[in-house]
Nanobody
Framework: QVQLVESGGGLVQPGGSLRLSCAAS????????RGWFRQAPGKEREFVAA????????YHADPVKGRFTISRDNDKNTVYLQMNTLKPEDTAVYYC???????????????WGQGTQVTVSS
């Protein structure tokens, strides 16, 4: 009952930046936690970042700490992922997820967006 739509992906050079957005609609009252995950070709989907409803709790995966920042604007029902100093290994389809627990475990998220492609290449 929660719909999530990602946007903001694209092609960027190494060292560049992108800002992903995830707009939510539907019955989001019980699924207030938001997460970002990514999946590269031939690899499993992995955790990137998560945020609680109020934004006071955030988690960032080690490979992106210091480079990526998750945030949200509840008035706009939107979660963001600011990605700086992008590396080729960041290339993946990025997915937004919603769940009841702020967690790096992808299995705890009930709702998923369709994904947006991020390609980091020269």
């Amino acid at each position: 009952q929660v719909q999530l739509v990602e946007s903001g992906g694209g092609l960027v050079q190494p060292g560049g930046s992108l800002r992903l957005s995830c707009a939510a609609s539907g019955r989001t009252f019980s699924s207030t936690a938001r997460g970002w995950f990514r999946q590269a070709p031939g690899k499993e989907r992995e955790f990137v970042a998560a945020i609680s409803w109020a934004g006071s709790t955030t988690y960032h995966a080690d490979p992106v700490k210091g480079r990526f920042t998750i945030s949200r604007d509840n008035d706009k029902n939107t979660v963001y992922l600011q990605m700086n100093t992008l590396k080729p290994e960041d290339t993946a389809v990025y997915y937004c997820a919603a769940g009841s627990t702020t967690s790096p475990n992808k299995n705890l998220y009930a709702y998923w967006g369709q994904g947006t492609q991020v390609t980091v290449s020269s």
